[in-house]
């Protein structure tokens, strides 16, 4: 049940701009962010020759207290007794990557585009990159991409592509994209200790700024690339502190004429392959290490601007008021139930109030409603019903109700016959459905044959401190994904 103090926990701890994680399908609308709030606390600002920003936190300390979140014990399976040179590699990439961008105080992390950490993270692949003689080139949008570097194999038209990430939400986990951008290296030493000729080139690939939790747009590098979102419109989002992405961009000395779509580099690539943490109990509930996804559930972002009259909390009669907030609260419960009903998701987890004081009625409530479902018809569906009822609680008082869908992604199905030969491959590996958006969804809407692997996350828990994958899990997910790989890229 929704308590009063969730709502004001809410309002304290907006977390990241309206249009974040909504990845796959082109963005419909991108309005004007108010992006003004920068309360990040205890993120620790570095001065560096860029514009002073909220965003930058390359903390490389340990927080030993804290370690356990994101730390990787070496605890190779038993194929030896120091375990194999990829679990090894594995454990140094995951121990390098844990200080970057880190909150001490949380033990979150945060790890936004073109910040301190993010340049740090950038630095890191490409060194994993030059340590397995790969070849690294930068898309201009600032995804990092890592061929072979022999000319003739990088030359054909058939490369494979696979990665991840590497930038957070707000205070996130450490798993959310980093397993699949160390899984990828790791995948790729693991192909050379077994010996396996690659015939197609395998390129490891980190995406830019998957999670949009600076400037608001979701899988803003991979919609770049792709052409689903246009160089001008990104190049005007801006971040908390008022800073364009072009301004960003020049402030890190990047050439902004470079920021735009790459069919080049897409018309050589066969197939993207993208290992993630999963984002729910699926696996774990299903007593699995390891999944294949097989669909991105359509999901929306609606903000739902509630209008009354403001007025005194002490003095105005029951009767005589016009309060939003009821509205409001009507469509929080809506969400609740018919989430619940059509086995959907609905989460209002951004709410401003205005004026905002504990005595007085407030004038208006804007809200933000997270909406996803199986598929495109509940999704419309659910938010239909959630509407109706605050309607019907608006009208009841006297207040209004404005609507505006600010994103909504469509339904992707991932490569039917990849995601079977996945699971073949894998040994019957459960195929399950996600709710959460990704740079592989974006790619498979651009009619890149895709597969995304999921490894086991045993609460469920992500975008938060406490986002977990069990070691051995995680070295699953690497031979798992060493053996798609090996599939994908023989001739
Ligand atoms: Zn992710």
Do not use: K
């Not at 909504?22 to 309005?31: E, T």
């Not at 007085?360 to 598929?375: E, N």
């Amino acid at each position: 049940m929704p308590e009063p103090v969730a709502i004001l926990v809410a309002v304290e701890q907006e977390e990241r701009p309206a249009l974040a994680e909504s990845c796959a399908g082109g963005v419909d609308r991108v309005l004007e962010q108010s992006v003004h709030d920068a309360r990040m606390n205890g993120v620790i600002a570095v001065g560096a020759n860029h514009p002073p920003s909220t965003y930058d936190i390359a903390e490389l300390g340990h927080g030993a207290s804290l370690r356990h979140h994101g730390s990787m014990d070496p605890q190779p399976e038993t194929h030896g007794q120091s375990g194999r040179a990829h679990e090894r590699e594995f454990v140094r990439m995951w121990d390098e990557l844990e200080p970057i961008g880190r909150d001490r105080s949380t033990g979150g992390y945060h790890r936004y585009a073109w910040s301190d950490a993010d340049l740090l993270l950038r630095e890191w692949f490409a060194g994993e990159a030059a340590a397995r003689g790969l070849e690294l080139t930068d898309d201009g949008n600032g995804n990092q991409l890592a061929w072979p570097a022999d000319a003739e194999l990088a030359g054909r038209g058939d490369a494979v592509l696979v990665g991840s990430h590497l930038d957070s939400v707000p205070d996130g986990g450490a798993y959310d994209g980093p397993l699949g951008v160390v899984s990828a290296f790791a995948a790729l030493d693991l192909l050379a200790e077994r010996g396996v000729r690659l015939d197609r080139p395998v390129v490891v690939a980190g995406f830019s700024d998957e999670e949009g939790s600076r400037f608001g747009i979701a899988c803003a590098g991979s919609r770049l690339m792709t052409g689903s979102l246009a160089p001008d419109a990104a190049l005007g989002m801006r971040d908390r502190d008022g800073l364009s992405l072009a301004e960003v961009l020049s402030a890190r000395g990047r050439d902004l004429a470079a920021v735009r779509a790459r069919p080049d580099i897409l018309d050589r690539v066969s197939a993207f392959v993208e290992l993630h943490v999963e984002q729910g109990r699926g696996l774990a509930d299903m007593d699995a290490a390891v999944g294949v996804a097989s669909a991105i559930w359509p999901h929306g972002r609606f903000r739902l601007d509630f209008t009354g009259e403001a007025n005194h909390a002490g003095t105005t009669l029951m009767q005589d008021r016009r309060d939003p907030m009821l509205a409001f609260a009507a469509a929080v419960l809506a969400a609740d139930e018919h989430a619940r009903e059509a086995g959907a998701r609905a989460t209002f987890g951004r709410v401003e109030v205005l004026p905002g004081g504990t005595n007085a009625i407030p004038s208006s409530v804007r809200a933000w409603l997270d909406a996803r479902a199986p598929d495109e018809a509940s999704l419309v569906a659910l938010v239909e019903a959630i509407t109706l009822q605050a309607r019907g609680m608006s009208r009841r008082d006297g207040t209004g109700l404005d609507v505006t869908p600010e994103s909504v992604s469509a339904a992707v199905s991932f490569d039917t016959a990849l995601r079977d030969a996945a699971a073949a491959l894998l040994g019957g590996a459960p195929v399950l459905p996600t709710g959460a958006g990704h740079d592989a969804g974006v790619l498979s809407q651009h009619g890149v044959p895709t597969v995304m692997l999921f490894v086991r996350n045993p609460t469920g828990v992500s975008h938060s401190p406490y986002e977990h994958a069990d070691p051995d899990d995680c070295l699953a997910g690497v031979r798992a994904l060493a053996d798609v790989l090996a599939h994908l890229a023989a001739a």
